[in-house]
């Protein structure tokens, strides 16, 4: 995909399954949670094992996004914080206080796909890439989720890679500007949930 991704690739349109509302009610919730109590902090919930198709694994943890459908908006406010103040902590200060009230409110906001933030060169990306294709494995407070995802380069021009790369700079005002960030679209048809709860 590389270079001619476009965002409408991460944007599927199809009916909403009800294992797709099922993780986006948890994902909130977990997320939400690690946002109030966990001072932001990804939580195992946030970071799912990653395996190819064959069953070989990838990662054993890879930190995630859940990206809004519509990002504009938090890209305009991520983006006023790192222009009104140098100091790191009042970002992250003002980007939990904004990721901990409404952010996660509604389900309808998100449609489940994610996205990864890594440096350049990184072998995890490389294996990705060659793949196009992979499963995320969450399994976090009694609840666990096997979702087969296809997956491509998100483009630097694009609002999901805008969202992505500002969201991680409030956290890490030290993150380089060279770096891959990779989109990571569900197949709901083949996901799994233990306990299903639907």
Not at 59 to 67: F, I
Not at 139 to 166: M, N, R
């Amino acid at each position: 995909m590389g270079e001619e991704t476009t965002e409408n690739n991460f944007r599927p349109r199809i009916e909403r399954l009800p294992i797709q509302d099922h993780f986006l009610g948890w994902q909130c919730r977990v997320r939400e949670y690690a946002m109030r109590n966990n001072e932001g902090r990804p939580t195992p919930g946030m970071c799912p094992r990653v395996r190819l198709d064959n069953g070989t694994e990838v990662a054993a943890a890879l930190t995630l996004l859940l990206l809004p459908v519509q990002p504009h908006e938090s890209i305009q406010q991520f983006r006023f914080w790192v222009q009104k103040t140098h100091d790191p902590q009042e970002r992250n200060k003002k980007a939990i206080q904004l990721l901990s009230s409404a952010f996660y409110q509604h389900i309808e906001d998100f449609n489940g796909v994610l996205t990864g933030l890594f440096p350049n060169e990184s072998k995890t990306v490389k294996t990705l890439l060659k793949e196009k294709s992979c499963v995320l494995e969450f399994d976090y407070l009694q609840q666990s989720f096997s979702i087969p995802c296809s997956l491509g380069e998100l483009s630097k021009e694009g609002e999901d890679y805008e969202f992505t790369y500002w969201h991680n700079f409030l956290f890490n005002p030290y993150l380089s500007p060279e770096v891959t960030i990779l989109g990571f679209v569900p197949d709901w048809s083949t996901a799994s949930a233990d306990p299903p709860s639907f």
